[in-house]
């Protein structure tokens, strides 16, 4: 089959591998229909690494996905051949103590699709993967909207681990990227409607201000405290940091009322960020961590299905398998109006 993968920094190609046999009962072999890059494909695929997770060369990435299920192990129950399916790229063991504590998105032995070390990626024809990471959509979505579960469902998982107390606490998101325009999908969705965009580029800016952040600030030429200290007396709730930029960290903790919330959502370059501690001990500011998705697909599938979440608003760009490292060049240099690229197959 063909596969993409990445032979150095900033280099990719395609070659002819062996297709992924089923080996467990357990297992279904899934033939690709889109595939979604994500920014953590995009560390990969520019730096070689996120943190202590660092790419062996070649390696192939990849982990948002959806695809037809073409074979199935004889445990397989919840996914039948030809259905289409919405790919969770995480594997857990289900018998650790973090996965009986109801959290297998931090699993001891998690293996997830597309991470130095563990699987390999999805971009391919093929792959193969168990049963219970595949959710059946035929008929309820197109395999694009399909792909895109992934990265709304991080959104999702933010706005639920933020634990707003009604919806109209004042928000604000750095950062429209796929993964900002998720959070702010899912807030829309939830009636919330005093949300700031703080994003540094005007093509992305304007298309948050499109799906219905209230107001935008470019921190590159405006003054963010400023600016949401004169509409925001008292400050903001809850700030989701969906950049993984220091000066968005620094930003958000100005803006924050005393007893805010700020949610790391977005992943810094070289893993570490800093932060000004008197002032954050002094406003008992909460931080919170988030670790991808734990148990939000579903919801994120139902908000697509019924309307209430058009994820195909944040899609910029298609390619073909072909056409991978062009769309990994697009992406990572912020060329051509790119917010979200995606591979198919059709």
């Given at each position: 089959m063909k596969q993409v993968v990445l032979t150095g920094i900033k280099k990719m190609e395609m070659v002819e591998v062996?297709?992924?046999?089923?080996?467990?009962a357990d297992e279904v072999k899934i033939k690709l229909k889109v595939i979604g890059v994500c920014g953590s494909d995009i560390h990969y695929y520019s730096e070689g690494r996120i943190g202590s997770q660092v790419v062996e060369f070649p390696f192939p990435v990849g982990h948002e996905c959806s695809g037809?299920?073409?074979?199935?192990?004889?445990?397989?129950?919840?996914?039948n051949i030809g259905d289409l399916v919405v790919v969770d790229p995480s594997v857990y063991c289900g018998v650790c103590d973090q996965c009986l504590a109801g959290r297998p998105h931090t699993c001891r032995s998690n293996k997830f699709l597309g991470c130095p070390g563990q699987l390999d990626g999805c971009l391919g024809e093929y792959i193969v993967m168990p049963g219970f990471t595949c959710f059946p959509v035929t008929g309820s979505l197109n395999p694009v909207q399909a792909a895109l579960i992934e990265p709304l469902?991080?959104?999702?998982?933010?706005v639920k681990l933020a634990a707003l107390a009604n919806n109209k606490q004042r928000i604000a998101i750095f950062g429209a990227g796929p993964i900002g325009l998720s959070i702010l999908l899912k807030l829309k969705a939830d009636g919330v409607q005093n949300i700031g965009m703080v994003e540094p580029l005007a093509y992305r800016l304007e298309k948050a201000l499109e799906i219905g952040a209230e107001y935008g600030i470019q921190p590159n030429i405006e003054d963010v405290e400023a600016k949401v200290s004169a509409m925001n007396e008292l400050l903001l709730d809850v700030v989701f940091?969906?950049?993984?930029?220091?000066?968005a960290v620094d930003n958000a903790l100005k803006i924050l009322k005393p007893g805010?919330?700020?949610?790391?959502v977005g992943i810094p370059p070289d893993a570490?960020?800093?932060?000004?501690m008197d002032h954050m001990r002094r406003n008992e500011i909460?931080?919170?961590?988030?670790?991808?998705?734990n148990g939000c697909v579903e919801e994120a599938i139902e908000l697509v299905q019924s309307g209430k979440i058009n994820?195909?608003?944040m899609v910029t760009h298609q390619f073909k398998l072909e056409e991978t490292d062009k769309a990994f060049d697009i992406v990572e240099g912020y060329k051509d109006g790119a917010i979200k690229a995606m591979i198919t197959f059709d």
């Open positions: 062996a297709a992924p046999i089923i080996t467990s037809v299920i073409v074979e199935k192990g004889e445990n397989v129950d919840n996914v469902s991080i959104g999702l998982y933010a940091e969906a950049s993984g930029e220091q000066d805010g919330k700020l949610i790391l570490l960020y800093t932060f000004n909460t931080v919170v961590n988030v670790r991808r998705q994820a195909e608003l």
